[in-house]
């Protein structure tokens, strides 16, 4: 009998060690350095963003270059892809700037959109993460441009509290 509930405690402990190990996760909030090595953005070398990973699936991110020219974040939907790795896909509109300063009243008219994918492999510790990204450049009829296409990588931190 106590054999019978030795091991049947063991079996439960284990069980429950299992379900409750969490698997790894994006969602929250990081901050990330991104580098193109190619396309229009491969000139910028101080590229930053902020990721939002919402549970379920979304994401919103937004770069220090969102008001050059004005845009708004990009808006996507993030998976995980097995172990550490999770895929994202989003879009992000392009505005053009004004012929002429008169215009500038006028704001800032659209002019195509970008859609990124980024491959994302999650650190152990689950506070960082490395990724592959590449984009494609749309005019606003649905052209692709493949000259101004590219591809970088980045290195983000998860955002959290100090500790005090």
């Not at 012929?99 to 990124?116: C, M, S, Y």
């Not at 591809?151 to 100090?162: D, I, N, S, V, Y």
């Amino acid at each position: 009998m106590v054999k019978k509930l030795t091991l049947r405690t063991a079996l439960l402990t284990g069980l429950t060690a299992l379900i409750g190990c969490a698997s790894p996760t994006l969602t929250g909030t990081w901050r990330s350095h991104e580098k193109f090595t190619s396309g229009d953005y491969a000139a910028v070398n101080d590229l930053e963003c902020l990721y939002a990973f919402h549970q379920g699936g979304t994401m919103t991110e937004s770069s220090n270059y969102d008001s050059l020219p004005p845009c708004p974040p990009a808006y996507g939907i993030w998976r995980h892809t097995g172990g550490r790795t999770f895929e994202s896909n989003s879009t992000f509109y392009i505005s053009k700037p004004p012929a002429k300063t008169d215009e500038l009243v006028q704001g800032w008219p659209p002019n195509g959109r970008a859609d990124v994918h980024e491959v994302i492999t999650l650190s152990p510790d689950g506070k960082s993460f490395d990724s592959a990204l590449t984009y494609k450049v749309f005019t606003l009829d649905g052209k692709e441009l493949p000259a101004a296409a590219g591809a970088g990588h980045g290195h983000a931190m998860r955002l959290e509290f100090a500790k005090p």
